[in-house]
């Protein structure tokens, strides 16, 4: 509206320019050869503004025609960004709806009018995976790590990939390669976490375990990868941080005593079977802390020197007992045992042992048979003797190992004469 009035005013004034001109009087004349021409002044004038006004639009003509290919095909972009736009999104909601063909067709539709973009293939091989066409998605995830802006998403599909099809060299690879694409990235460090303990590699599970990891589960990783290093030194270090995760974790102070007796310091070996006897009696303890001992009464001193820290703890009785009972001091065994039942926390073990020493004192008569019958009959009615136990499924073991075999739960095999400690839980998946 504007426009048209300042036009309309600009069209007044030139009229009234025109009028005064004509009013004014005037000609231009020109001479050519021997012609002579006089136009008036306000015609010439006119002529002027007219031919100016047909150069103009000429060359605006022109500049429009040449632009137009560039315009048709910046038009034909745009339609295509959008259509393209609307094709991710429908896309998107088809696979969210969980009809994966629909979202192959529309990412497809979406890829021919966008090209390859990082969205465009992550959302191919996310419908090419959820249509179960793993080599498709496959291939758009190579497409995508092969880009600089796509390589972590690229790479993390093709982890997931591996994983799925146990594929494990090919896993830490992949693992390797999207830690260097984005380091210190959370969802990395798990799956590493999880392929460290599906490869039973327990010095990196070990590394990569979160804090909340402690206790006999961290003992536990802990001894795996002192057993799995080969440098002397660092396994010491690696059962020297087992203990100190879990003093009373007998697999970790028999491993370091072994290794102490190997070193040449039974004396120092004695001395860390002492220490974890102190924290949690296990027979194992017991068995490697006599080992060297023939003579029955030197391996009464030796019980005595092992338990003198909790000597009324019932795996210390029951040692003393034993070895008591093997040099045939009757009396001192029959004391202990007795004192151990007395305790409540006598095991099976207790009872048979009082069936073993009923055996030594009364001999083969009626009165021993009677008492032997008496106590096997209370040790089948006795609480079990404590094992390895996997607190993942309930299932017993023979001995202590890093996984279940059963349940393949790493870390959760432990020892059920001591309470359990939580110690965190382990993922492999
Ligand atoms: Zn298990």
Same mark, same amino acid.
């Given at each position: 509206?504007?426009?048209? *009035?300042?036009?309309?005013?600009?069209?007044?004034?030139?009229?009234?320019?025109?009028?005064?001109?004509?009013? @004014?009087?005037?000609?231009?004349?020109?001479?050519?050869?021997?012609?002579?021409?006089?136009?008036?002044?306000?015609?010439?004038?006119?002529?002027? %503004? *007219?031919?100016?006004?047909?150069?103009?639009?000429?060359?605006?003509?022109?500049?429009?025609?040449?632009?137009?290919?560039?315009? *048709?095909?910046?038009?034909?972009?745009?339609?295509?960004?959008?259509?393209?736009?609307?094709? %991710?999104?429908?896309?998107?909601?088809?696979?969210?709806?969980?009809?994966?063909?629909?979202?192959?067709?529309? *990412?497809?539709?979406?890829?021919? =009018?966008?090209?390859?973009?990082?969205?465009?293939? =992550? @959302?191919? +091989?996310?419908?090419?995976?959820?249509?179960?066409? $793993?080599?498709?998605? $496959?291939?758009?995830?190579?497409?995508?790590?092969?880009?600089?802006?796509?390589?972590?998403?690229?790479?993390?599909?093709?982890?997931?990939?591996?994983?799925?099809?146990?594929?494990?060299?090919?896993?830490?690879?992949?693992?390797?390669?999207?830690?260097?694409?984005?380091?210190?990235?959370?969802?990395?460090?798990?799956?590493?976490?999880? @392929?460290? =303990?599906?490869?039973?590699?327990?010095?990196?599970? =070990?590394?990569?375990?979160?804090?909340?990891?402690?206790?006999?589960?961290?003992?536990? &990783?802990?001894?795996?990868?002192?057993? #799995?290093?080969?440098?002397?030194?660092?396994?010491?270090?690696?059962?020297? #941080?087992?203990? !100190?995760?879990?003093?009373?974790?007998?697999?970790?102070?028999?491993?370091?005593?072994?290794?102490?007796?190997?070193?040449? !310091?039974?004396?120092?070996?004695?001395?860390? &079977?002492?220490?974890?006897?102190?924290?949690?009696?296990?027979?194992?303890?017991?068995? +490697?802390?006599?080992?060297?001992?023939?003579?029955?009464?030197?391996?009464?001193?030796?019980?005595?020197?092992?338990?003198?820290? $909790?000597?009324?703890?019932?795996?210390?009785?029951?040692?003393?007992?034993?070895?008591?009972?093997?040099? $045939?001091?009757?009396?001192?065994?029959?004391?202990?045992?007795?004192?151990?039942?007395?305790?409540?926390?006598?095991?099976?073990?207790?009872?048979?042992?009082?069936?073993?020493?009923?055996?030594?004192?009364?001999?083969?008569?009626?009165?021993?048979?009677?008492?032997?019958?008496?106590?096997?009959?209370?040790?089948?009615?006795?609480?079990?003797?404590?094992?390895?136990?996997?607190?993942?499924?309930?299932?017993?073991?023979?001995?202590?190992?890093?996984?279940?075999?059963?349940?393949?739960?790493?870390?959760?095999?432990?020892?059920?004469?001591?309470?359990?400690?939580?110690?965190?839980?382990?993922?492999?998946?």
């Amino acid at each position: 509206m504007a426009r048209a *009035i300042g036009l309309l005013i600009l069209l007044a004034a030139g009229v009234a320019l025109a009028l005064f001109l004509r009013d @004014l009087g005037g000609a231009i004349e020109m001479t050519v050869g021997s012609t002579f021409v006089a136009v008036p002044l306000w015609l010439a004038l006119l002529a002027l %503004v *007219i031919a100016f006004a047909v150069v103009h639009l000429l060359l605006v003509g022109w500049r429009s025609l040449r632009n137009w290919p560039a315009r *048709i095909r910046a038009r034909r972009a745009e339609r295509h960004r959008r259509d393209g736009d609307a094709a %991710v999104t429908r896309a998107l909601v088809a696979l969210a709806a969980g009809t994966s063909d629909q979202a192959r067709l529309e *990412i497809r539709r979406a890829r021919k =009018l966008l090209g390859d973009t990082p969205q465009t293939l =992550l @959302l191919t +091989a996310e419908a090419e995976r959820a249509a179960g066409r $793993n080599d498709a998605a $496959n291939e758009a995830y190579k497409a995508l790590a092969a880009r600089e802006d796509g390589k972590f998403l690229g790479l993390r599909g093709l982890l997931r990939d591996a994983m799925e099809r146990q594929d494990w060299p090919v896993a830490q690879r992949l693992a390797r390669e999207a830690e260097a694409a984005q380091p210190g990235a959370t969802w990395v460090r798990e799956e590493r976490a999880a @392929l460290a =303990l599906r490869t039973r590699d327990w010095r990196e599970a =070990l590394a990569l375990s979160p804090p909340t990891v402690t206790g006999t589960t961290r003992a536990s &990783l802990a001894l795996a990868a002192a057993a #799995q290093e080969p440098d002397a030194e660092k396994a010491a270090e690696l059962e020297k #941080q087992a203990l !100190s995760a879990d003093p009373g974790f007998a697999p970790a102070a028999l491993a370091q005593a072994h290794r102490l007796e190997a070193m040449g !310091s039974p004396r120092r070996a004695k001395t860390v &079977l002492q220490t974890a006897w102190a924290a949690a009696p296990h027979p194992d303890l017991a068995e +490697a802390y006599m080992a060297g001992e023939k003579d029955s009464l030197a391996r009464v001193k030796a019980a005595e020197a092992l338990t003198h820290a $909790n000597r009324t703890h019932p795996e210390s009785r029951l040692v003393l007992a034993r070895t008591a009972l093997a040099a $045939n001091l009757t009396g001192r065994a029959r004391a202990e045992l007795e004192a151990l039942l007395a305790s409540g926390g006598a095991d099976r073990r207790a009872y048979l042992a009082m069936v073993d020493m009923e055996a030594v004192e009364l001999g083969d008569s009626a009165a021993g048979r009677a008492a032997e019958a008496k106590w096997l009959r209370a040790a089948a009615e006795a609480p079990p003797e404590p094992r390895w136990r996997c607190y993942a499924c309930a299932t017993d073991h023979a001995a202590w190992a890093p996984v279940c075999e059963h349940c393949g739960t790493a870390g959760r095999i432990n020892w059920t004469g001591t309470p359990a400690s939580a110690g965190g839980t382990l993922t492999a998946s």
